[in-house]
C-alpha cells in the first residue's frame, strides 16, 4: 500500500476564563482523505479482492471539570 498522510488537529484550553475547566477540541482525517488500510489476496483464488477503508473525518469537544 502507498504512504499516506492525513491531517489531525487538536487545541487545548486549559483553565477556561480562569474556571477550573479544560477544553479539547480536536479533528482527525480532516481533509476527508480517502484511503485504504489493508487489501485481501484472495483474488487469483476467487476473481474478487477485499479492501478495508481507514478512518473518516472525525471531529470532537472534550470537557474536564477539576474538582478541588
Do not use: C, K, R
Not at 9 to 29: H, I, K, R, S
Not at 35 to 41: E, F, M, P, Q, S
Not at 51 to 68: D, E, K
Amino acid at each position: 500500500l502507498p504512504e499516506i498522510q492525513t491531517l489531525n488537529l487538536n487545541v487545548n484550553w486549559e483553565n477556561v476564563f480562569g474556571a477550573p475547566v479544560d477544553l479539547n477540541l480536536f479533528g482527525t482525517n480532516v481533509t476527508d482523505e480517502e484511503y485504504y488500510v489493508a487489501i485481501g489476496g484472495i483474488g487469483q483464488v476467487t476473481g474478487f479482492n477485499t479492501a478495508s477503508l481507514g478512518a473518516p473525518s472525525i471531529y470532537g469537544i472534550t470537557a474536564t471539570y477539576h474538582f478541588n
